[in-house]
């Protein structure tokens, strides 16, 4: 990467950084919803890890 996207993305995450620290008070809904999709998409990816894990020990026998 050179220099100017490493400022563009450290600006990104300063902005991402300060938008959660002021939506923290009033968080609703919407929030509760994006954190109950994250967890199901959690439960799904390992779930997905520790079915390749058990095919990789079947194949191998």
């Known amino acids: 990467m050179n220099t100017q996207s490493d400022i563009k993305l450290t600006d990104q995450l300063e902005r991402d950084l300060i938008e959660r620290e ?10 509760d919803v ?12 390992r779930l997905q890890s520790d079915a390749r894990k058990a095919k990789i020990v079947f194949a191998n026998g």
């Open 34 to 45: 994006k954190r109950a999709i994250a967890a199901v998409q959690g439960v799904l990816a």
């Open 22 to 31: 002021l939506d923290a008070p009033r968080l609703g809904f919407a929030y």
